[in-house]
């Protein structure tokens, strides 16, 4: 037969609640909207000092003081585009709360069809049944002389698409393009291939050598924009899950490799509607162990892009 100890509890030893350190109090609590202010900033005002809340809070804070200041360099996903979020990144760019984007391929041509089309994000599974998902002649036929005149003119993938876009007689969607607003702008863009993943390179006008050109300089670019986050920049991935992460943990260490260690002491900030392994540690938690400070935001891009975005333009807009 089997013997079982049980603890003596009439031996615990109890400590009164008021020598115990709380990691909440009413101080950090939400708050209700307020009859005298209703504005976004009280909004955001009245969130929960606590967990994610202070997160995004920290995250506005360190884009706000480095606009315009230092580097805040975004990196996009083709999600964040596709939903609908480029007019909040112009914006931001207008303030130098964003003062570099670079995109993997996806964004690119989310953001060339809306430019040039009014339109994208196809039906994948009904393209897929039949062979014709990605096959759109135009946006392969214009996305793929557009890198290749690139290639001749040693431009990186960014500044080739945006200036064929700026060339373009008619662009229905002009005023909601990342690409056409960077050129505009002066802030710099950067496309980052991933060959066979794009549906451009499915097209019989694409180019292997000029897409592998115009990327390996953006690629170049990148690694010459990183070390301008060195002492309070800010750098948000945005729903990339693998590209932009490798890609930025390259660039980060040839520009430390260029630059004594730097950039250090910045701000990594990953928001994606779920965590991945690279966002977490290739731009979260590596590139801060030298200083700085690694953030994981995690929620529908169309719904936390937006709350980032009106809490930094509402806070410049008091500057």
Not at 299 to 308: F, N, R, S, T, W
Request: aromatic share 4%.
């Amino acid at each position: 037969m089997t013997e079982y100890r049980e603890a003596d509890f009439s031996r615990l030893k109890t400590v009164p609640v008021a020598k115990r350190p709380n990691k909440v109090d009413p101080s950090l609590l939400a708050h209700p909207p307020l009859p005298v202010d209703r504005s976004f900033t009280a909004f955001v005002d009245a969130l929960p000092a606590i967990l994610a809340a202070q997160d995004l809070r920290y995250v506005v804070d360190q884009i706000v003081a480095a606009a315009g200041r230092r580097a805040v360099v975004a990196m996009l996903g083709g999600h964040v585009i596709k939903v609908g979020l480029g007019p909040l990144l112009i914006a931001l760019m207008r303030q130098r709360a964003i003062t570099a984007v670079a995109m993997n391929g996806s964004a690119a041509i989310h953001d060339f069809e809306l430019a040039a089309y009014g339109g994208t994000s196809e039906d994948v599974a009904a393209g897929l049944g039949d062979g014709t998902f990605g096959m759109a002649e135009e946006t392969g036929r214009e996305m793929n002389a557009a890198l290749a005149r690139g290639a001749k003119t040693q431009q990186g993938a960014g500044e080739a698409l945006a200036e064929y876009l700026r060339a373009r007689k008619d662009l229905p969607g002009r005023d909601v393009s990342v690409l056409l607003a960077c050129a505009e702008l002066g802030v710099p863009v950067t496309v980052h291939a991933a060959i066979g993943a794009e549906i451009v390179h499915q097209h019989p006008t694409a180019d292997g050598a000029a897409i592998g050109a115009t990327s390996h300089r953006d690629f170049k670019r990148l690694a010459g924009i990183l070390p301008d986050l060195d002492d309070g920049g800010v750098v948000l991935n945005l729903g990339s899950a693998v590209v932009m992460p490798e890609v930025f943990l390259k660039a980060l260490t040839i520009a430390r490799n260029l630059n004594g260690g730097r950039p250090k002491n910045f701000t990594a900030c990953d928001c994606d509607m779920q965590r991945h392994y690279r966002p977490r540690v290739n731009v979260v938690e590596r590139p801060t162990l030298a200083g700085g400070r690694g953030i994981q935001l995690t929620g529908h891009h169309e719904i936390l892009v937006p709350l980032i975005a009106w809490a930094v333009l509402s806070q410049l807009e008091k500057r």
